[in-house]
């Protein structure tokens, strides 16, 4: 028994600290921002707002320590990742301490401005004694809180990506089994509890797993010719999911979505017909939000997979691509493959979260509506569900490999 905890001493100890990261971050929802009331009101039905408090782990219905919750985090990363991968020789001169720098100064900034609209919403939980308070003071307070949470935030998911497991964006899997979870009991009475419904809903949740799960882990292998190696002796390749572009294009989208609606509020100003092409009881809504999801997916797997610097990489070491010349040609070859894999990995990812939109659209009933958001919540439910598995295989198998039948550590 000493000897297996001693030997997986490195899971237990992430897990736990996992774990610990995960009870801090909940305990901050529920801590509320002074002169606010807490008053938990994120609704089952399907609407922009749930979404994106539930897909960035935020609580936009009332005034805690952590409302803004990883969205502020999560887009600065991507946008730093992305800003520094596309310029490589310049990445290479900021040190480690420099890119943190820059990265906490952007989720400052990018706190601030998403506190701004937050905390006007928010006017409704000012507690009566607050309401006699001056109003800029108030919301002031409000600011400078929703801005130090969004921080606090970020340190949390940092340090549990270099100390836990499931990486920095595991802090939104208690918002995303509440999704899930508030989605099957707003159809309670409805689905739950009428036998033929609650099969035909285990069957399809079972089949869209499985579809889900298959893509999402299934790799497209590159064979790769290594200078020195002999491939008999050893496979080299390139891969790169089916799903290339992950969870991504579905929180962003539905912060391009909640945008307009974001910034009508601030200003006290409101356009229906604007509205109408970003809201998801409106045809035109449903059809703008699969062309935004099919369109980011399409951008976000040439974010995850540069063909450019992959054949740029290649020609450096020189390595090629079995059968095509390196430089220009290969980037050609693996442009048209992750173009492909980009096309059907976001067609897919569009059907699964506008398919109940439709449906429920075009019969009025809400229940279909309704799976819109138990759909999208599983998706992104896999992906961080993955991710822990791989931490977890990697830990666990870690003292295992053996090399010319010696085990690494402790072997015989």
């Known amino acids: ?34 002169l606010h009331g807490i008053s938990f009101q994120i609704g089952s039905e399907f609407s922009m707002q749930n979404l994106l408090s539930l897909t960035t782990g935020g609580v936009f219905s009332s005034a805690t320590l952590f409302s803004l919750g990883m969205g502020p985090y999560m887009t600065v990363s991507i946008l730093i990742s992305i800003i520094l991968f596309a310029n490589r020789d310049r990445a290479s001169q900021f040190s480690h301490e420099q890119r943190g720098m820059i990265q906490v100064r952007g989720i400052f900034v990018l706190s601030f401005l998403q506190s701004i609209p937050l905390a006007y919403n928010l006017q409704t939980t000012v507690t009566s004694q607050a309401i006699k308070m001056n109003y800029f003071l108030v919301f002031s307070m409000t600011i ?28 939104i899997l208690p918002g995303i089994i509440t999704g899930v979870t508030r989605s099957i009991s707003a159809n309670y009475t409805s689905v739950i509890m009428i036998a033929s419904r609650l099969v035909i809903l285990i069957i399809v949740t079972i089949i869209f797993v499985f579809i889900t799960t298959g893509l999402y882990t299934t790799e497209y292998h590159v064979d790769i010719q290594r200078i020195g190696i002999d491939r008999r002796s050893k496979d080299a390749y390139y891969a790169f999911r089916i799903l290339i572009a992950g969870t991504m294009p579905l929180m ?26 970003f809201q998801l009881t409106s045809l035109r809504g449903i059809i703008v939000y699969g062309i935004i999801i099919y369109i980011l997916g399409i951008i976000f797997s040439f ?8 054949a740029q990489d290649l020609k450096e070491s020189s390595d090629y691509i079995v059968g095509v010349n390196p430089g220009h040609d290969s980037q050609r070859y693996i442009t048209r493959r992750v173009f492909v894999f980009a096309i059907l990995g ?25 799976f819109s958001n138990y759909f999208a919540m599983l998706f992104v439910l896999i992906s961080i569900l993955d991710t822990v598995r791989q931490d977890i295989d990697f830990l666990y198998y870690k003292d295992n490999y053996s090399l010319f039948n010696i085990k690494l550590k402790g072997g015989r």
């Open 1 to 34: 028994m000493i000897n297996k905890i001693k030997k997986y001493g490195d899971l237990i100890k992430k897990s736990l600290f996992t774990i610990l990261m995960l009870s801090i971050y909940l305990v901050g929802q529920s801590i509320p921002i002074p």
């Open 144 to 171: 400078i809180c929703l801005v130090a949470g969004g921080l606090l935030i970020s340190w949390i998911a940092s340090i549990n990506s270099k100390y836990g497991l499931g990486g920095p964006f595991i802090m």
């Open 252 to 277: 962003f989208a539905t912060s391009f979505m909640y945008l307009p609606s974001y910034i009508m509020q601030l200003l006290d100003w409101k356009n229906d017909f604007i509205l109408s092409f």
């Open 303 to 310: 974010v995850n997979i540069m063909p450019e610097q992959i």
């Open 346 to 370: 976001s067609l897919y990812l569009a059907t699964v979260v506008i398919t109940p939109l439709l449906i429920g659209y075009w019969t009025g009933n809400e229940i279909y509506t309704n």
